[in-house]
């Protein structure tokens, strides 16, 4: 069974930067698409990344390109989210998403870790 396990979110002012993980285990962690979504309570979960099994592709919601960068290491089973500039309307429970796919609805994942709360003020 897959198991996805977040860390690193926190309370960052305006502007300030975090970095997010993601350790995965129970499953081929190079063979997955992996991504990560946020939610802020009253609103469906967002997509905000995902990166391809090798790295080699890479795709981000408009809201976060350019401030954001998704990477992974499949040597150590990990994804990682930079987050730069933040903004406090980044703040939200982000979650890491294993086998991301996009289908019309938009991009969904088949596995979900717990989720970790990223505060940012203003």
């Known amino acids: 069974q897959v198991q996805l396990v977040e860390s690193g979110g926190g309370l960052v002012q305006a502007g300030g930067s975090l970095r997010l993980s993601c350790t995965t285990s129970?499953?081929?962690?190079?063979?997955?698409?992996m991504g990560w979504f946020r939610q802020v309570p009253g609103k469906e979960r967002e997509f905000v990344a995902r990166?391809?099994?090798?790295?080699?592709?890479?795709d981000y919601a408009v809201s976060v390109r350019g401030r954001f960068t998704i990477s992974r290491d499949n040597a150590k089973n990990t994804v990682s989210l930079q987050m730069n500039n933040l903004k406090s309307e980044d703040t939200a429970v982000y979650y890491c998403?294993?086998?991301?796919?996009?289908?019309?609805?938009?991009?969904?994942?088949?596995?979900w870790g717990q989720g970790t709360q990223v505060t940012v003020s203003a």
């Open positions: 129970g499953g081929d962690f190079s063979r997955y698409d």
């Open positions: 998403a294993g086998a991301v796919v996009r289908t019309g609805a938009g991009w969904i994942g088949l596995y």
């Open positions: 990166i391809s099994g090798s790295g080699a592709e890479k």
